[in-house]
């Protein structure tokens, strides 16, 4: 099942120092592969205290502060010190998670070693541009893309709808199907409670509209909170509970403010929320794969998204929720609203995203990884 003698270099920039659905995946990914013998090494920036322990061995490379994110951090490279803690590790493969400085650093060793590179798809870097007046540099972003993945001997995507942009972008021929799991014993309609609702001043017959993710424009913030503008200039009743951080809260508090804010959650807290609310809507058009969309399904929660790369390959429109499309800001308005006002059908498609959600079982989608580096490895 595992390729005899497999060691693994994983490089990341952003291992553990920010919670987010990429860096929680990886952390999955090493606790299966430590868990059956494969020795793993992992190298990203750190910062004290992180937002969670690491799983497996996490080496520290030198970084600094992003530019108006601070919460981010960039690698300066691959220097001397880290390349030879790599080649003592005496890697036969290289994962790398992100194009970034650390990321080509590690691919070039990769080649020097003669050994081969697996990229795993997170991030549409390119996209996050238009939320910051740089939408002009999408096309030499897309183009150092193409070199960067091109160079790897498999590309991993989370997703097929993901899959299908990243050959439409000619950003490499061998791409892998990664998916993401959902852990079904923590999200469940079980975790429902009125009385945690009552807590933040809901009313139990009052309908929730979710939105839940990091703080940040690049996810649809300003979809989210005009579509809750329109609901409200139509007079439809509903409650926006907001379930994040991240440095964009003072203004989505000020641009929202009757909707309650519970602030960052985990784990039975999270899965707590995401069952105590009746819609989830996801305006976010950067998203690869949607862990957010996922979990609020296995919860019970129908959802309405972007018909972008992640989304799409959940959402079965009409079935499990709805789809619209990303360049119609003003197109997330009517399904919400539908939802809201039909409590039968919010219930048919609760039903049905639960189902849904059964589909995407840890375990099997890690040997999906597996199988990957073997095929890698073979070639």
């Known amino acids: 099942m595992f390729p005899p003698g497999l060691r693994v270099a994983l490089f990341s920039g952003n291992y553990n120092y920010v919670r987010d659905g990429a860096n929680q995946s990886l952390n999955r990914l090493v606790a299966f592969l430590e868990r059956h013998g494969v020795p793993v090494r992992v190298y990203s920036p750190t910062i004290d205290p992180p937002a969670f322990p690491p799983t497996g061995t996490l080496i520290s490379v030198p970084s600094v502060p992003v530019p108006r994110r601070p919460e981010y951090r960039i690698a300066l490279g691959l220097p001397a010190k880290i390349r030879r803690?790599?080649?003592?590790?005496?890697?036969?493969?290289?994962?790398?998670?992100?194009?970034?400085?650390?990321?080509?650093?590690?691919?070039a060793l990769a080649e020097r070693l003669r050994i081969p590179a697996v990229a795993s798809f997170h991030t549409r870097f390119e996209t996050y541009l238009r939320y910051y007046g740089l939408g002009w540099l999408e096309p030499f972003v897309i183009a150092r893309l193409r070199r960067f993945y091109g160079r790897c001997q498999a590309v991993l995507a989370p997703s097929e709808s993901m899959a299908a942009e990243i050959h439409a972008q000619r950003l490499s021929e061998n791409v892998r199907i990664w998916s993401r799991g959902v852990d079904r014993a923590l999200y469940n309609p079980d975790r429902r409670d009125l009385g945690w609702r009552r807590g933040l001043g809901i009313d139990d017959a009052e309908p929730v509209v979710a939105f839940v993710g990091r703080l940040v424009l690049e996810k649809g913030l300003e979809a989210f909170a005009g579509t809750l503008d329109a609901l409200r200039a139509q007079d439809v009743p509903h409650r926006a509970l907001v379930v994040g951080d991240g440095p964009e809260r003072a203004w989505m508090q000020q641009r929202l403010p009757s909707a309650v804010f519970a602030g960052f959650q985990t784990g039975e807290a999270l899965a707590r929320a995401y069952a105590s609310s009746d819609i989830f809507l996801n305006p976010s058009v950067t998203e690869t794969f949607g862990n957010v969309t996922l979990e609020a399904m296995a919860s019970g929660v129908p959802a309405v998204c972007a018909d972008a790369t992640g989304a799409r390959s959940l959402v079965r429109h009409g079935t499990t929720g709805f789809l619209v499309p990303p360049r119609e800001p003003d197109g997330f308005v009517a399904p919400v609203r539908q939802l809201l006002t039909e409590p039968a059908l919010r219930a048919d498609m609760a039903a049905a995203s639960v189902a849904a959600s059964a589909d995407f079982t840890w375990d099997a989608i890690m040997l999906g990884v597996v199988d990957a580096y073997r095929d890698a490895l073979a070639a």
Do not use: M
């Open 85 to 107: 803690d790599v080649e003592a590790f005496a890697p036969t493969l290289i994962h790398l998670s992100a194009p970034d400085l650390l990321g080509w650093g590690a691919l």
